[in-house]
């Protein structure tokens, strides 16, 4: 299939400064392997940086992307779908879980109304200004968007990630806000794996039995009408995505095609991730994941795209929270390898 | 047995704060459970400082007890007690991980000889002012410490907590330097759980599968020696443990009886926390787990404890890292409780 405004392969991070970075983790003052996966992070951060040891990460920004969902109305999540809105003015009033993370640890916070269930004048103009649509489409019966729209939300989120990065930018972290949005990204991870709505379908927010037996029936009935365009990742954001999670898939590739590093967040995130890993092939190596949650098909994207997280501390707040979480973690491991004594240091002190 | 100088059962942490705290963590404005661990631990942080919402930690150290230890000379690790000097050293001029990480993450940080196999004079005066000998008994063959040497160490470690305290501390994170301070921490684990040498030991800094066995062997040795005595706290840290770790059991009472939260670290700390509820019982509610090590007995003792940890990233170094790399994590928590919007006031806005 012809995809002329696809981003194409992205480069690699630098073997030369993954090397280098190897080479002084083993000389550090300490006994091989004793700083666990902080080190294998350290290298990570030297390749996708270019540089031994890596820089502080000192201008991180945190994206969330918020939109509304069809399948909302169709009885999949805990909450109504009104939700996503107060949420979007709680990211801007600094009460939302993420605000309170991102102040904690130093990040930037922004949120893009891409498909909330809003007017658009409704929230503040700078957050509704790449605005694609009211609510996406409800997955199990019709397209979340049309092939025009998701390409305008891809393009969307390509754009904020240059934005961020022309800025200064050194590590981007995105977020997802709206109800219902397990059950979208647990459609894009089962059908970029070829798994069953049974093996993706997990409580989102916290559903109960018969909500969950009813939601995985929907992510099984939008599998099946989809059908077999999805192993187009456009075509799969257009059939079973929504205009935030296509958005924050353009977001994904734009930062890796530009060389900066991101840390995914929870199953929303990593949904985009594998969307991204298809639309701009070798995207995966810019990412980090940041929390393991507790939605099963993050465990299978997560174990697809070769990456463990750094917390899995039953996280499930969602808006990149893990993320933000994870992000001193990420720090640290930096630090280490950049200020550590080396042993030819310590011996010859 | 009469203990007249042990400081007897600890008071336990606010019940008033933990109702107050667990009833603010449910009227957030997140689904229930949202925050996972976070949420639990922001709990534990109320209950411990007394206070809903809990109170930022501004004002946190981290005290690292060095010492060397008999067994180091019977093969029991890979390295040779002298690095346990040279490591000192490398605290204090800020390239040993921990110092790399308490700058990272805005920590104090004091380095303590309890122990060293070196004279007092060789070390800066303000680190040894505390030593107790040069080096702790080879346990599998004579007691680690005289029961003088053991109440002197335990009277330092609370001093050293109480000193601390005294000047602002509003967290304790205890680490530990020694070369060979797995094995003692192993034993103190088996004796203080009933347990076997072959369940607790592990392979510390890094041995191979035959020191691995002898040093089984030399728990399993020490185990036989101690006999009985070990049901006493006191007697076991004289038995099979050293001044540091005496020391360490110390402040961890002392903090708790003083009603100041603790961060422990890996195995050494656990195993410290261990004694310190038998000495003070009560000390273990004081107590949260910074990280998970690789060590078989730390996630036997942290099971006895109650304790789950904050960090599973496979760290093994030591001095208190694992902790310091989790204080973000802490510090998460509690500004998530603190500082997220009510659902109150999100559905009144």
Redesign the interface.
Known sequence: MTRPDAPGRVACPSDRARTLAAERLAGL??????????GETAVWLSAVQDACPPRPLEDVRVVVFAGDHGVTSHGVS??PKEITA??V??FL?????VA??A???GAALRVLDLGVDIDPGVLPAEVSTHKIRRGSGAIHLEDALSTDETRRALAVGADVAAEEIASGADLLIPGDMGIGNTTPSAALIAASLGLDARDVTGRG??VDEATLAHKEQVVAQALVRAGERVSDPVERLTALGSADLAAQVGFLAEAARRGVPVLLDGVISVACALVAEDYAPGSAAWFAAGHRS?EPAQALALSKLGLEP?????????EGSGAV?AL??L??AG??LT???LLA???G?
Do not use: N
């Open positions: 003052a300490t006994p091989a392997g004793a700083l666990g996966r902080l805990a909450y107060l949420m003015r709680q009033s600094g009460g939302a879980g309170v993370l102040r904690q640890h927010s916290g507790p750094l917390l899995d501390l039953g996280m499930r707040l969602g979480a001193p973690v720090r640290s630090a280490l200020d550590m004594s240091d310590v011996l002190s």
